[in-house]
């Protein structure tokens, strides 16, 4: 049974650092489309970073290049967000995502990331 686990979230201060993890079970990652999303209260999730199947392009959303870095541990089955210079508009819960295709598709449970000011 496929399964992705999600930890690392908490509440740190404007300009700290979180790593977020994810470790996937019942798939193999490097075959998958890997993503990092977050949702804001009231807000649609939206896409973070992320990478295609094999090692692709790595994509980030333009509220966190410079900042933020997805990194994939394929021996691990294992993909990570390090999050620096967090801004309390980071604030939300932030998901992990495979993707094989339009149809095939898992997420991990949300982790909550709270930035205060």
């Known amino acids: 049974q496929a399964q992705l686990v999600v930890s690392g979230g908490g509440v740190v201060q404007s300009g700290g650092t979180l790593r977020l993890s994810c470790v996937a079970s019942?798939?193999?990652?490097?075959?998958?489309?890997m993503s990092w999303y977050r949702q804001a209260p009231g807000r649609e999730r939206k896409l973070v970073a992320g990478?295609?199947?094999?090692?692709?392009?790595?994509n980030y959303a333009d509220a966190v290049k410079g900042r933020f870095t997805f990194s994939r541990d394929d021996a691990n089955n294992t993909v990570y967000l390090q999050m620096n210079s967090l801004k309390p508009e980071d604030t939300a819960v932030y998901y992990c995502?495979?993707?094989?295709?339009?149809?095939?598709?898992?997420w991990g449970q949300g982790t909550q990331v709270t930035v205060s000011s």
């Open positions: 995502n495979a993707r094989l295709s339009l149809t095939r598709s898992y």
């Open positions: 019942g798939f193999t990652i490097s075959s998958y489309a």
């Open positions: 990478i295609s199947s094999l090692g692709g392009s790595m």
